[in-house]
Nanobody
């Protein structure tokens, strides 16, 4: 069983930055692709970004391209989401999720974290 724990959320002003972390409970994270998703109140869950198991490929949703960057450090069993130029519409609960090897944002992910709240407001 793979457990994922998100951290790094908080309150930030528009234009600010946050870095989210997704830490895995086992040392074989390099087998898994990791995705970041978010859900705002009253809205459907949205795929934000994903990165393949070895980090060779990354995908971004249209709404975050050029502002968010996903990276991973398999030696630390951690995946990061650097979020810059944040907008109020980026507000929501951010979840990380894992699936074997490769990913697209419509892919089915097998393991999910509990989420971390991001609020962008002045």
């Amino acid at each position: 069983q793979l457990q994922l724990v998100e951290s790094g959320g908080g309150l930030v002003q528009p234009g600010g930055s946050l870095r989210l972390s997704c830490a895995a409970s086992r040392s074989t994270l390099d087998y898994f692709a990791i995705g970041w998703f978010r859900q705002a109140p009253g809205k459907e869950r949205e795929g934000v970004s994903c990165i393949t198991s070895r980090g060779a490929s990354t995908i971004y949703g249209d709404s975050v391209k050029g502002r968010f960057t996903i990276t991973r450090d398999n030696a630390k069993n951690t995946v990061y989401l650097q979020m810059n130029a944040l907008k109020p519409e980026d507000t929501g609960v951010y979840y990380c999720a894992a699936r074997p090897m490769s990913c697209t944002l419509p892919s089915v992910f097998n393991y999910w974290g509990q989420g971390t709240q991001v609020t962008v407001s002045s």
